[in-house]
């Protein structure tokens, strides 16, 4: 299992505790990625603390994605897409 993502830290060293930042975004999804392989039919494969990893960084990335939609300059288009994204997670 991977550790979780990096929180940033105020004197340059690293974190390992989750922390939920839209600058983790990217690396959010890709752990998710290497977390859920694509022919993956159930969750049983991954331990308690894995779902429990898996849940906070979906959690997050929902978050992130609300968030997004809320900005100016966002499209309806742009919006409707990011909802859509939330309701499929």
């Known amino acids: 299992m991977e550790p979780p993502l990096p929180a940033a830290s105020t004197d340059g060293t690293q ?13 959010a999804i890709a752990r998710v990625k290497t977390m859920l392989p694509g022919n993956m039919e159930s969750y049983e494969p991954l331990s308690v603390s894995q779902r429990s990893q898996l849940r906070r960084i979906m959690l997050c990335i929902s978050d992130t994605s609300a968030k997004l939609a809320k900005l100016p300059g966002v499209s309806k ?9 939330r309701s499929d997670m």
């Open 15 to 27: 974190v390992t505790e989750f922390h939920c930042h839209p600058a983790n975004t990217f690396d």
């Open 77 to 85: 288009e742009d919006q409707n897409l990011l909802k859509k994204l």
